[in-house]
């Protein structure tokens, strides 16, 4: 059976392994997603009479969102750091990293849980004002990148992981475009905690 092409050399046309041009098409479809989403943001703010009322009342928890967005810097740098680990040969360094990346992950689902726990105890549901609904919709729908990375990152260290032996550099390269898609999610952030937060 041939093996399908370009998957560790990259393409003469594109510059770009198989998989790389993968993840940066489907990126581009998720900046389209969060940018209308961010647009709309925009478009309900400037029409509101009350913005920070709205904002007030739903009372954001800055500590937590302060700390969400160090936890997913550092999980941005974990993330480099395996694939670098990749490049070394060093699997054992590698897997070290990885779990890292997954821990820090799970760390911030569990602030963001109690967060959300904090908004439903008090009453503060996506239909009491635009102010909330657009923190829902855009912080759920982030959430839900979070946990699709976690699932992603959990095979790879998984059953995934038994490519490392057959075929190393297209298991490097499969590593790389995870973390390519994990540093997205990680701007996502970057950018959603000062919207929704501090401004």
Do not use: C
């Not at 961010?38 to 703010?45: A, C, I, M, P, Q």
């Not at 982030?142 to 699932?151: R, S």
């Amino acid at each position: 059976m041939d093996t399908i092409p370009y998957t560790t050399e990259v393409h003469p046309e594109t510059g770009l392994y198989n998989g790389k041009l993968g993840v940066w098409i489907f990126l581009a479809s998720e900046v389209m997603l969060f940018g209308a989403l961010f647009s709309t943001f925009v478009f309900l703010r400037v029409g509101a009479d009350d913005w920070q009322g709205m904002q007030t009342q739903a009372a954001l928890n800055l500590p937590i969102g302060t700390i969400n967005t160090f936890v997913l810097i550092t999980s941005s740098i974990t993330v480099v750091l395996s694939w670098a680990s990749l490049i070394e040969k060093d699997f054992s360094k590698f897997r070290r990293y990885f779990g890292a990346t997954v821990a820090l992950a799970l760390l911030f689902l569990i602030f963001k849980s109690v967060e959300y726990y904090q908004k439903f105890s008090h009453e503060a549901y996506p239909e009491n004002n635009n102010f909330l609904a657009v923190y829902f919709t855009l912080t759920g729908l982030h959430a839900l990148h979070v946990i699709g990375g976690i699932v992603v990152i959990g095979y790879l260290l998984g059953p995934g992981a038994k490519m490392w032996h057959t075929e190393p550099e297209r298991y490097t390269n499969r590593i790389e475009v995870t973390g390519l898609y994990w540093h997205f999610v990680d701007l996502v952030w970057i950018f959603l905690f000062p919207t929704l937060y501090l401004m």
